[in-house]
């Protein structure tokens, strides 16, 4: 018996509800961690019935908005770092670069690790690792990085500051762009903060004028 035939009409407006729920998810999850499915469903403007056949449970809608941020967070990575650039630069160019991404996903990290597990989070965090460690082990080679621990020690420890000034941002105890800690990591990595400084203020002023070229 041949199956029916899905029309793409169908498709596209299956595709578009599942696009308009997780935009949703997002947007209501930064307002209420608490907010139902229902209420999510009612805010993009579905039926219950369309959410569940989407994802079928809380669970199901994290991981979606889950795996959603760890492509947003790869598509960042993209961009292989200028073999000339200083070890500080590629650090500072690194944090700016991935900031935006932290910043729309920071709750989401908060709720992954609570109903996905820790293992989820660093599933979706592992190409950031990577690059950081890459990045801290040719700064620890030129002398310009803490050297007293292993790179991907340090890179975690790194890791583990940004998040903790993404929640304080995400609790309003503070504001940030993204360059203040940038300013923060490099200091932490070993660099002294005046030089921390220029060099996040010559990192954003590059890529302001890589972002108009472009």
């Known amino acids: 018996m041949s199956k029916p035939v899905v ?3 169908q498709r596209r407006n299956s595709r ?3 696009a308009r729920i997780l935009a949703t998810a997002r947007q209501e999850l930064g307002r209420n961690p608490d907010v139902t ?3 999510i469903a009612r805010a993009a403007g579905v039926v219950r019935r369309t959410l569940f056949g989407h994802f079928p449970g ?7 908005l889950a795996e959603e941020a760890s ?3 790869r598509d960042t990575l993209v961009r ?3 073999a000339e650039e200083t070890p500080q630069r590629a650090l500072a160019r690194f944090v700016l670069s991935i900031w935006p991404v932290g910043d729309r996903y920071r709750l989401l990290l908060a709720l992954a690790r609570q109903d996905l597990g820790a293992e989820r989070v660093s599933e979706i965090l592992a190409p950031a690792r990577n690059e950081a460690t890459a990045i801290l082990e ?5 002398g310009v990085f803490h050297g007293h621990l292993p790179a991907a020690v340090l ?3 790194l890791e583990a500051l940004n998040l903790s000034l993404l929640e304080s941002v995400n609790t309003g105890a503070w504001e940030d762009d993204g360059t203040r800690t940038a300013v923060a990591t490099l200091v932490a990595a070993g660099v002294s903060e005046q030089t921390a400084t220029m060099t996040v203020e010559g990192v954003a002023a590059d890529m302001r004028a890589e972002g108009s070229d472009g």
């Not at 809380?58 to 991981?63: F, N, P, Q, T």
Request: proline share 7%; hydrophobic share 35%; charged share 40%.
């Open 155 to 157: 890179s975690a420890a």
């Open 16 to 18: 578009s509800n599942r």
């Open 138 to 142: 040719r700064g620890q080679r030129a």
């Open 80 to 82: 292989r770092p200028d």
């Open 58 to 64: 809380r669970a199901a809608l994290l991981e979606a």
């Open 37 to 39: 499915l229902e209420e």
């Open 71 to 73: 492509e947003a967070l």
């Open 7 to 9: 029309r793409e009409p």
